[in-house]
T-cell receptor, first 112, second 116 residues
């Protein structure tokens, strides 16, 4: 599986957009980009995923560069409840029970 | 509520005890997973079950023994654990289909295990 690189931590003011970057320069053509987050002492929560097009759902937007070597997760209006560790994961989705390889993620602190 | 329930939420056990962790998913998924999260370490995949068959064992010591009696239930049997096995144990499930891009895993809240 391709490796990802994320900043260790980020701060964001409540109400502002949080933009979390991820580098995945060795991503393969069949690998998707997934984002999960883990609020303290809870299980990870799926946020969004994409292959090459930008994606948006009720939680966030995912912007993937044209060469697919990096992506950005955008939380449009961060709240205190968005304080968590955010994981960017690349994984093939070939119709099998594919494993997710979690790194250390980005610790996002949303402040008043 | 994610549809994946783990019990117990907290467990304290001695090194000579035998205990089991239980995971139940109410999502109709056909794949289930065990992960371990030690303090200040990333999540580590332990086992994968696909249609009740174990498809991956990530070099897990034999003192951890998984069991998947059906596609909705997953157990992790523990015996003669060591203090370094203290961690948050997480269960997840997903629906494996023929369509790419559908490997979304849903996690339970985890069992916090302390081995004394």
């Amino acid at each position: 599986d391709a490796k990802t690189t994320q900043p260790t931590s980020m701060d964001c003011a409540e109400g502002r957009a949080a933009n979390l970057p991820c580098n995945h320069s060795t991503i393969s053509g069949n690998e998707y980009v997934y984002w999960y987050r883990q609020i303290h002492s809870q299980g990870p929560q799926y946020i969004i995923h994409g292959l090459k097009n930008n994606e948006t759902n009720e939680m966030a937007s995912l912007i993937i560069t044209e060469d697919r070597k990096s992506s950005t997760l955008i939380l449009p209006h961060a709240t205190l409840r968005d304080t968590a560790v955010y994981y960017c994961i690349v994984s093939p989705s070939l119709g099998t029970a594919s494993k997710l390889t979690f790194g250390t993620g980005t610790r996002l602190q949303v402040t008043l | 509520e994610t549809g994946v329930t783990q019990t117990p939420r907290h467990l304290v056990m001695g090194m000579t005890n035998k205990k089991s962790l239980k995971c139940e998913q109410h999502l109709g998924h056909n794949a289930m997973y065990w992960y371990k999260q030690s303090a200040k370490k990333p999540l580590e995949l332990m086992f994968v079950y696909n249609f009740k068959e174990q498809t991956e064992n990530n070099s897990v010591p034999s003192r951890f023994s998984p069991e998947c009696p059906n596609s909705s239930h997953l157990f992790l049997h523990l015996h003669t654990l060591q203090p370094e096995d203290s961690a948050l144990y997480l269960c997840a499930s997903s629906q494996v289909s023929g369509r790419a891009g559908k490997n979304i895993q849903y996690f339970g809240a985890g069992t916090r295990l302390s081995v004394l």
